[in-house]
């Protein structure tokens, strides 16, 4: 069964930082694009960053750029988003999704197909002091 699971969300004070993780099970990501979502309710979901299957593509937000880094550790399955600097208006529930992917040294947070393929559950992320 192919299964993504986020971790790492919880309450930080404006200006902290937290590492989302996104561990996949039942299929090896080496062959997928990854992005990060986040979404409020009442609101759209929102893309917030990409990592292309090799790692070399990333791609972000305006809104987070400067303090958020995408990453991946093919060899522990796992994708992280490094979160820095973080402000009230990042509070949002965070899922990372992945999609098999097109070109290896790009991504595109909307997906080559229309959109991503397989999601996880979400982790909240609220920051607040």
């Known amino acids: 069964q192919l299964q993504l699971v986020e971790s790492g969300g919880g309450l930080v004070q404006p200006g902290g930082s937290l590492r989302l993780s996104c561990a996949a099970s039942?299929?090896?990501?080496?062959?997928?694009?990854i992005g990060w979502f986040r979404q409020v309710p009442g609101k759209e979901r929102e893309g917030v960053s990409c990592i292309s299957s090799s790692g070399i593509g990333t791609a972000y937000a305006d809104s987070v750029k400067g303090r958020f880094t995408i990453s991946r550790d093919n060899a522990k399955n796992t994708v992280y988003l490094q979160m820095n600097s973080l402000k009230p208006e990042d509070t949002a529930v965070y899922y990372c999704?992945?999609?098999?992917?097109?070109?290896?040294?790009?991504?595109?947070?909307?997906?080559?197909?229309?959109?991503?393929?397989?999601w996880g559950q979400g982790t909240q992320v609220t920051v607040s002091s």
């Open positions: 999704a992945a999609e098999r992917s097109v070109v290896r040294t790009m991504c595109l947070m909307t997906g080559f197909r229309g959109g991503y393929e397989y």
């Open positions: 039942g299929f090896t990501l080496d062959y997928y694009d």
